[in-house]
């Protein structure tokens, strides 16, 4: 495990660098905007250059779709896929519900 003063050696950052990079980030995780409860480096892996400030789901979630936009946007169309489809299996089986309570007390 990394500690603090090394990991921003790592990235050539001083603790004002991050605290500036929290302001400007309004204090929130710059992928998902909850308040992290441990604040990642976020950096390209490629060149070492820091990108931002993460939360450690956010980072996970990068480093295991392995920083491939198109997967990442395979990704968040499957998600929204399934929610889209959910919410509509969902209003189908209310109207269901209306409609059986409406013929059944009539």
């Known amino acids: 495990m990394w500690n603090r003063a090394a990991l921003l050696r790592r990235y050539g950052l001083t603790e004002a660098d991050v605290e500036r990079m929290k302001a400007e980030q309004g204090g929130r995780c710059a992928i ?42 395979a990704a968040a169309a499957y998600v929204e896929h399934h929610k889209a489809k959910t919410r509509r299996e969902a209003g189908e ?14």
């Open 32 to 73: 998902c905007r909850e308040v992290p409860r441990r604040w990642v480096i976020d950096h390209d892996h490629a060149t070492g250059e820091v990108r931002a400030l993460l939360c450690d789901p956010c980072n996970r979630g990068l480093g295991m779709l392995g920083e491939d936009p198109e997967r990442l946007r």
């Open 93 to 106: 089986r209310a109207l269901q519900r209306r409609l059986a309570a409406r013929y059944a007390s009539g």
